[in-house]
């Protein structure tokens, strides 16, 4: 039977050996699957994806999000980053290394374990491997909204409005819980849910097919570019289509107190403030393109590196 087309590829790729020196193993599988088991690995290995890639492109996120919430063009987000000094670029880079590190590994370990669980439930119902793996791609998207308050943090440190009211990413989560309750860390949660669960179903979904359609690699190096490419080309492509949710989320997760606003509602004020211009709304979405291209093929290339190494 023909793979399915939300088969990962990581599962159609056959397990290479570790790396070896005079005939000595420096890399053993082994170890890892005796201490994280045989699904622990796509844990480990999307968490350290993620945590090498927000290493490289912060700045440019953060670039990314003085557009999201101010609407301004990319150079005038520049300049604010470099009134802002140089001792603040790095500002609120904890809580996304925290939360991209375990989001990503969530994902990739959940969608493995969730497909596995319900294949084997669904096997005998005649029920398409297709749907049964893009209901667990949405599940393992959904849960991932667990680390909301994550993001909420980071939005805050970032939004130079705060800056001095929140030190830290410590200061920030006792302010928000001691002042306003645990729900203040979840403003901003029904964008994330709107967001995670679709475009985990068409990662997951598109992932194989379009690696199918990239010419065949005969290298390791090969095969690290056609990840790359596979990864950034669906990262950039669902970054624009679900840009207006982000949008929504970072105007939604920059008040601190009040009244916990509609989606909707949110959607429309930023809409009338920019004009009633799809153009001003999407503004930034050109860099968030070129993000997302460059984060998701580091993210798919350096995962299924390591998957082929452990």
């Given at each position: 039977m023909a793979v399915?087309t939300m088969?990962?590829e990581s599962?159609?790729t056959?397990?290479?050996q570790?790396l070896t ?7 053993s599988?082994?170890?890892l ?10 844990y ?6 993620a945590?090498?890639n927000i290493l490289l492109?912060?700045p ?7 557009q999201?919430?101010h609407?301004v063009l ?5 300049r ?15 809580p996304p290394l ?5 989001t990503?590994?969530?994902?990739f370990g959940l969608?493995?374990d969730f497909?596995?669980v ?8 005649g029920?398409?491997e297709?749907i049964t793996?893009s209901?667990?791609a ?6 991932e909204?667990i680390?909301t308050?994550?993001e909420?943090?980071q939005t805050?440190?970032?939004d ?13 989560f006792?302010?928000l819980v ?5 729900r203040?860390?979840y403003?901003g949660?029904?964008p ?8 985990n179903?068409?990662?997951f979904?598109l992932?194989?097919?379009i690696?199918?359609?990239l010419p065949?690699a005969?290298?390791k190096?090969g ?5 790359f490419?596979?990864g ?11 840009y ?5 989320k970072?105007?939604a997760?920059?008040q601190?107190?009040g ?5 909707r509602e ?6 009338r403030e920019?004009g009633?211009s799809i153009?001003?709304?999407f ?5 968030n393109?070129?993000?997302?291209l ?5 993210i798919?290339?350096?995962?299924e590196?390591?998957?082929?190494l452990l």
């Amino acid at each position: 039977m023909a793979v399915s087309t939300m088969d990962s590829e990581s599962a159609r790729t056959p397990q290479t050996q570790a790396l070896t020196k005079g005939g000595h193993s420096l890399l053993s599988a082994g170890i890892l699957t005796a201490r994280f088991g045989p699904q622990g690995k796509h844990y480990v290995c999307g968490s350290l994806a993620a945590f090498t890639n927000i290493l490289l492109t912060f700045p440019i996120q953060k670039v990314l999000f003085r557009q999201q919430l101010h609407g301004v063009l990319a150079i005038d987000a520049v300049r604010q980053l470099q009134r802002d000094g140089l001792r603040n670029l790095y500002r609120g880079l904890l809580p996304p290394l925290l939360q991209k590190s375990t989001t990503v590994a969530i994902m990739f370990g959940l969608y493995e374990d969730f497909s596995r669980v319900l294949l084997d439930h669904a096997g005998s119902s005649g029920v398409p491997e297709l749907i049964t793996r893009s209901f667990a791609a949405a599940l393992a998207g959904t849960a991932e909204a667990i680390l909301t308050p994550f993001e909420r943090v980071q939005t805050l440190l970032q939004d130079h409005r705060h800056h001095g009211r929140f030190n830290n990413t410590a200061h920030t989560f006792r302010t928000l819980v001691t002042e306003y309750g645990v729900r203040e860390c979840y403003r901003g949660l029904v964008p994330i849910l709107l967001r995670n669960g679709p475009s985990n179903v068409l990662f997951f979904g598109l992932r194989g097919p379009i690696k199918e359609q990239l010419p065949e690699a005969t290298s390791k190096a090969g095969n690290l570019v056609n990840d790359f490419v596979c990864g950034g080309l669906l990262g950039a492509g669902l970054g624009i289509m679900f840009y207006p949710l982000n949008v929504v989320k970072s105007r939604a997760q920059s008040q601190v107190g009040g009244a916990f606003n509609p989606c909707r509602e949110v959607l429309l004020t930023v809409w009338r403030e920019r004009g009633g211009s799809i153009a001003m709304l999407f503004r930034g979405a050109h860099l968030n393109y070129h993000r997302s291209l460059l984060s998701w093929g580091i993210i798919n290339a350096t995962y299924e590196l390591l998957l082929k190494l452990l």
